[in-house]
């Protein structure tokens, strides 16, 4: 059995998971989430909060699994993309446990972590995936290697458009309530304003700048919130929805997934899930509790990778803000421990 | 005997042989005036709400007609276009027959797959020297036929001559070689280049540059803030 001990720490959430190739895989998930009372994250602050918490929060986890530090073979650590500050935190923390303990140390690319979570819980072997969260917006398939990147945001992810407006327009923070963001519970009730938010596709990329431009404007003009969120998801959705689809159909693949902290949402969901229908493809999102930031999905990564022989010296296991998803190797594809 | 009306023609097309579902639309092949002739029916997507997706549907057809007509009268090899009936969605084109650049790439000698891709360089060129981008210039929208190959799929394109837009066109190509045909997507984008020079000459270069910095625009792109590196501790 190989067990690995992996850490999250790239935006709001510092995770440690600690997972295992063997039933019941998953041993432990521990989060602390990093919530400002109000505006955005600052990177400073949430660093320092990730420092504040990274020591308990190693220590709940093994207790939770239930084994102690010797019985880890590899420690994994994500060492991008994210911000600065905070990656620091994570990487210092895993390096030292590595070091201290003598283990090997497994760098984890954030994004594929997203992606392999999804794979290891759904079963899906070969998808097509749309990673979607704060920072992040990619449509992604696996060819020769690497994930590649298909299609992605031209300039704000649409996670950020979703926080952007509603913070903008005073009904965020809190973000998410009951498992649904802001922006969702304004749109209740809501109705289509026909051609009053650009559709933006070029491509196989997406533009939310446009989208938020003319939201906020509508808003100033005095347009009714409801409509105005209503109309925002809708277009911003379905562009997404339709840069998948085309992913889809460019690549004659068979399966779809959705992953990232925007993958919990409803009518994402249902619009995925229909375009999917449409070309047979099956959908399987990755379950809700793992489409937000954690420590499990790192681990996971980390036990595919550490098994591929995927490990790095701590002394040369550096942060790197902007690691693309297409600069990872990802030699133990398709293959997950669970098959 | 079609129809006129645009419901009761989207539903007698659908009872034609189905050639290609595209992520875009239905290509159903049938017969307009005695000659063989691909019907493009635009799907609304049922995934959108269905004005969003009536609009996208409609609005797409006529700039789509509009472009093709352009190339045409540009000497760019597009389909010929026969009717156009925008409320249905609905293009009659030409039927271009034979495999895809994409599938010719994926068997091709080295020579022969460069030669395929400085072919559609040129006619990249020809469509941007006209004033038009095509927006989704993918290895899955060149055909190979036997008048050569043959730009499709308009569903995007626009009137621009903006550098921006062109260059968005080189890097959805070089995008498209880089995913499907890794090993080899360095030579065929530069053969690519090759031809697209060939035609557009000066201009080229400026689309050319612009093109390497959208390939860095995305996010977390490491060439783009090397700077910013930083070890741990």
Known sequence: MTTVLGIESTAHTFGVGIVSDEEPFILADVRRKYEPKTGGILPREVAAFFSSVAGEAVREALREAGVSMEEVDAVAVALGPGMGPALRVGATVARAIAAHYGKPLVPVNHAVAHIEVARFLTGLRDPVALYVAGGNTTVVSFVEGRYRVFGETLDIALGNLLDTFAREVGIAPPYVRGGRHAVDWCAEGGDFLDGEIPYVVKGQDVSFSGILTAALRLVKRGARLSDVCYTLREVAFSSVVEVTERCLVHTGKREVTLTGGVAANELLNYKMRVMSSLHEARYEPVPARYSGDNGVMIAVTGLMAYKAGVTVEPRRAFIRQRWRIDQVDVPWYPSTPKG | ?233
């Open chain 2, 1 to 233: 005997m079609v129809s006129l009306d645009p419901e009761r023609l989207v539903e007698d097309l659908s009872r034609l042989p189905l050639l290609k579902r595209g992520a875009e639309s239905e290509i159903r092949l049938g017969s307009f005036l005695g000659l063989p002739a691909v019907f493009k029916v635009r799907v609304r997507k049922p995934y959108m709400h269905p004005r969003l997706a009536a609009r996208l549907a409609s609005q797409r057809t006529r700039r789509e007609a509009k472009v093709i007509a352009a190339a045409l009268e540009a000497g760019v090899n597009a389909p010929l276009l026969l009717a156009v009936l925008p409320s249905a969605g609905v293009l009659v084109m030409e039927y271009v027959e034979g495999p895809l650049l994409k599938e010719l790439l994926a068997g091709a000698a080295r020579g022969e797959a460069v030669k395929l891709a400085r072919e559609a360089g040129v006619i990249l060129g020809r469509l941007h020297a006209a004033g038009i981008v095509h927006g989704d210039p993918t290895t899955s929208n060149f055909i190979a036929s036997p008048r050569g190959l043959v730009l499709i799929d308009y569903g995007l394109a626009e009137f621009s001559e903006h550098v921006e837009e062109r260059a968005v066109d080189l890097h959805l190509f070089r995008r498209a070689v880089e995913a499907t045909h890794a090993s080899l997507a360095g030579s065929l984008y530069e053969a690519l280049l090759e031809g697209y020079r060939e035609v557009m000459g000066g201009e080229a270069e400026k689309v050319i540059s612009r093109a390497e910095e959208i390939k860095l625009r995305g996010r977390y792109v490491e060439e783009r803030r090397r700077s910013v590196w930083q070890a741990v501790g």
